[in-house]
């Protein structure tokens, strides 16, 4: 069993710094790929960064060069530093573990419960 907690969400002018956190309890081994996914009001999850158990990254074309994940030591904290917000970043952000891409589509077997990120 996993377990995801997220922290760091709230209201930020546009254009502004945010970091959100993930604390990753249970059976996260090292090897699992984590992520980061997003939920506007309305709309599916939507993929935005993941990092892989050897430190490869991947980014969503619309926070490519103003987002970056990292892992913190032994794997069992995720980062996701966001810079030059736009209000169309506004969302529930997920933490995600044992992500995987499908035919293009990501996914994930563990989900926490969100944080929400708010851009005025």
């Known amino acids: 069993h996993v377990q995801l907690v997220e922290s760091g969400g709230g209201a930020v002018e546009a254009g502004g710094p945010l970091t959100l956190s993930c604390a990753a309890s249970?059976?996260?081994?090292?090897?699992?790929?984590l992520g980061w996914f997003r939920q506007a009001p309305g709309k599916e999850h939507v993929w935005v960064a993941s990092?892989?158990?050897?430190?490869?990254?991947e980014y969503a074309d619309s926070v490519k060069g103003r987002f970056t994940i990292s892992k913190g030591s032994g794997a069992t904290t995720l980062y996701l530093q966001m810079t030059s917000l736009k209000p169309e970043d506004s969302a529930l952000y997920y933490c995600?573990?044992?992500?995987?891409?499908?035919?293009?589509?990501?996914?994930?077997?563990?989900w926490g419960q969100g944080t929400q990120v708010t851009v005025s």
């Open positions: 995600a573990a044992q992500c995987g891409k499908d035919d293009g589509t990501w996914y994930a077997y563990y």
């Open positions: 249970g059976r996260v081994y090292r090897s699992y790929c």
């Open positions: 990092i892989e158990s050897d430190g490869t990254t």
